[in-house]
């Protein structure tokens, strides 16, 4: 296998990798019944933890080409993932939710970005003949960490609540990270920055127009989409008020 290739395997592998652990922050909602418990406080407050993360996130990925520059793949993937992982980890112990607030919302959702997004970017990079195929891979491995999280997060939490799923959560996304930090490292790759005045190509004013509409019609289709997926739990229980969860969290709204 020719060298340039080997790395583009190796590199692709790595953001898939990194995105799956960091796409467990779409799993929020299983968090939210204990947490009005224990805070005492409504869904749609606990909900606003969920809603901080993805502006942090939004943030992140919009703005963090800032810093993307400045350091090596190895070093920012191994720094993203201390910071998820630090977030994750504090809010295990959070005792109020404007602490949450911050560890997940703030912290774990910024760091989320910044991972998220230097991923779509270096995997896009390493692979310009195949761009479209390499950013869309990525993105699905976000999907699928959100997609398998509940799983362990919901064993986790009938076992001994939401401190260990998130502790647990944090060392996994500390070793991912370490992992892929190193394996970027080997693979020699260099991430390049393309300036604005380069990327940037003259469009028509019709073409502009449709730019517009699409990125609205998208904007919408994520809020409704995100929106289902901050109550996804809470939706799961009502459709399934005969499961093991769902009696335990009536038992709590009782003892409440």
Not at 140 to 169: K, R, W
Not at 231 to 236: D, G, L, N, S, T
Request: with cysteine; net charge positive; charged share 10%.
């Amino acid at each position: 296998m020719e060298n340039g290739k080997r790395q583009r395997i190796i590199v692709i592998a790595c953001c898939c990798a990194m995105t799956t652990v960091l796409g467990t922050i779409h799993a929020f909602s299983v968090f939210v019944p204990q947490r009005e418990i224990s805070f005492d406080a409504n869904r749609a407050s606990v909900s606003l933890v969920y809603s901080t993360a993805l502006v942090c996130l939004t943030v992140a990925v919009l703005f963090g080409y800032k810093i993307f520059k400045r350091l090596s793949p190895s070093v920012l993937f191994a720094l993203a993932g201390l910071f998820a992982a630090a977030g994750l980890a504090l809010s295990s112990v959070s005792s109020s939710l404007p602490e949450l607030m911050i560890f997940y919302g703030i912290v774990f959702g910024a760091a989320n970005g910044v991972g998220y997004g230097y991923a779509l970017q270096l995997a896009g990079q390493v692979s310009p003949t195949g761009k479209g195929l390499a950013m869309g891979l990525v993105t699905a491995f976000y999907a699928v960490g959100a997609t398998l999280a509940p799983l362990l997060f919901v064993a986790l939490i009938n076992h001994s609540g939401n401190a260990l799923a998130l502790v647990v959560m944090a060392a996994i996304v500390l070793v991912f990270s370490f992992i892929s930090a190193a394996a970027v490292q080997l693979s020699g790759v260099v991430f390049t920055s393309e300036s604005i005045a380069s990327a940037a190509k003259p469009r028509s004013q019709g073409l502009k127009q449709v730019r517009l509409l699409l990125w609205l019609s998208y904007a919408g289709a994520v809020a409704a989409g995100l929106m289902v997926i901050g109550h996804a739990f809470a939706i799961a229980l009502w459709l399934n008020p005969e499961s093991s969860l769902s009696s335990k969290s009536h038992m709590l709204n009782r003892k409440k």
